[in-house]
T-cell receptor, first 112, second 112 residues
């Protein structure tokens, strides 16, 4: 158990819908990272937050947004969903900004 | 373009063999991670390196900053080592600072 909690574990929805994925980091970790893993693209970095502020941005679509709340949990919002958004979405946390990473078990999103 | 290249993409070994997986990257980094992903999806961080060598049990990771190259070695491989091994780097500077880029992964299968 990494100490990072992601919910939901599985989510099935339809094209055009909006979903929210939630991540609770390990106790004491200030950084939260979001990654997408699809069959054709592998693991892709989406975005990083550190202590509530956005610190680095990767290949995150404009339809996607994220935030980190004062209690350090983070949410990834995916809107206007397309079939191609079907993927595993991982959250990871670390103490500092570029430290050892601890991964959640992922949220598997299926868009039908 | 900041890139991470892993080799080989697929690796099959017999139990007990010594295994090496390689990772090369294109520009300066602040840290390199080796990750393990088992079937079913969970990701575990094996090592974080910024210089030198680290050892944990039968796993050894090395990095050569000048040559922009890292290796992951598994001594006395075992079928339970079968997994996907992923190299990932935090870039050191410029517009890519703080972004994590992943290699494509190496699928390791160890036969009894």
């Amino acid at each position: 158990d990494s100490g990072v909690t992601q919910t939901p574990k599985h989510l099935i929805t339809a094209t055009g819908q909006r979903v929210t994925l939630r991540c609770s980091p390990r106790s004491g970790d200030l950084s939260v990272y979001w990654y997408q893993q699809s069959l054709d693209q592998g693991l892709q970095f989406l975005i990083q937050y550190y202590n509530g502020e956005e610190r680095a941005k990767g290949n995150i679509l404009e339809r996607f947004s994220a935030q980190q709340f004062p209690d350090l949990h983070s949410e990834l919002n995916l809107s206007s969903l397309e079939l191609g958004d079907s993927a595993l979405y991982f959250c990871a946390s670390s103490v500092g900004q570029n430290g050892e990473l601890f991964f959640g078990e992922g949220s598997r999103l299926t868009v039908l | 373009k900041n890139e991470v290249e892993q080799s080989p993409q697929n690796l099959t070994a017999q139990e007990g063999e010594f295994i090496t997986i390689n990772c090369s990257y294109s520009v300066g980094i602040s840290a390199l991670h080796w990750l393990q992903q088992h079937p079913g999806g969970g990701i575990v961080s094996l090592f974080m390196l910024s210089s030198g060598k680290k050892k944990h049990g039968r796993l050894i990771a090395t990095i050569n900053i000048q040559e922009k190259h890292s290796s992951l070695h598994i001594t006395a491989s075992h079928p339970r080592d079968s997994a996907v091994y992923i190299c990932a780097v935090f870039w050191a500077g410029g517009t890519s600072y703080g972004k994590l880029t992943f290699g494509q992964g190496t699928i390791l299968t160890v036969h009894p």
